[in-house]
């Protein structure tokens, strides 16, 4: 590149002559690459690349604060539903529902089988009406039924009996057991003098041992959510 203040040759990239220190005309200097576009491409670029970050910053905490909400608004009404259920009521008009059959037979199971009444979430029962409503209930927890069970007028026996005082009681005879009171008391509308274990028409278990048996078995249901395998009286 030669000076054209003192004709010296200088480097094709020289920005000022070598010789008298003159500034080379910009035009004239092929040989040097400008830093410039490059440099206006790195700022551009850089720049997009933080306003995207930012963009996605803001993004997700829109998205994070929608999140929180939904799940601050949701829990206390799935909470308010599943703990402020009000347990189904029991009257002589509708029935005493399945559910609530456990929680007479631990009442039972507290105070003995030895009373004539017991009141229950403000309704009297005599032992007949406990004996038949235990026993209606088995059977139906046993196969998945719900309902209410009617609160009817049962005589008592004319002769309660039993030769069994102690033993263990499977499953499958204790839930024939619950059939058959229900359908004695049903059709005769009285409570049976005594039951058979495993035939029927033994007199094995008397109405109070019946009684008791039942209880035990619902209150082990309400504790542990499952019918034992079997129980043993008294």
Not at 70 to 89: D, F, K, Q, R
Not at 117 to 122: A, F, L, M, N, S
């Amino acid at each position: 590149m030669k000076c054209e203040n003192c004709g010296y040759d200088n480097h094709a990239d020289a920005a000022f002559c070598e010789q008298c220190g003159a500034k080379l005309p910009e035009k004239a200097a092929f040989g040097r690459k400008s830093t410039q576009p490059e440099k206006e491409e790195s700022k551009n670029i850089n720049t997009a690349l933080i306003v995207a970050i930012v963009a996605l910053v803001v993004i997700l905490g829109i998205m994070g604060g929608i999140l929180l909400k939904m799940g601050s608004s949701s829990t206390p009404a799935n909470t308010t539903n599943t703990t402020t259920l009000a347990p189904e009521t029991i009257s002589l008009a509708t029935g005493f529902p399945v559910s609530q059959v456990p929680g007479l037979a631990s009442e039972i199971s507290r105070v003995g089988v030895g009373f004539s009444t017991i009141t229950y979430q403000g309704v009297t029962l005599d032992k007949n009406q406990c004996l038949y409503i235990l026993a209606k209930g088995l059977t139906m927890i046993s196969t998945g039924q719900t309902g209410n069970i009617p609160i009817n007028q049962y005589k008592s026996p004319d002769n309660a009996y039993g030769t069994v005082t102690s033993a263990t009681i499977a499953q499958a005879d204790y839930l024939s057991m619950a059939q058959r009171t229900c359908t004695w008391m049903d059709n005769s509308g009285q409570t049976p003098n005594y039951i058979g274990i495993t035939v029927s028409g033994q007199p094995d278990l008397s109405p109070d041992s019946m009684l008791n048996m039942y209880a035990k078995v619902l209150t082990q249901y309400k504790s542990t959510g499952q019918l034992p395998a079997s129980v043993t009286i008294p």
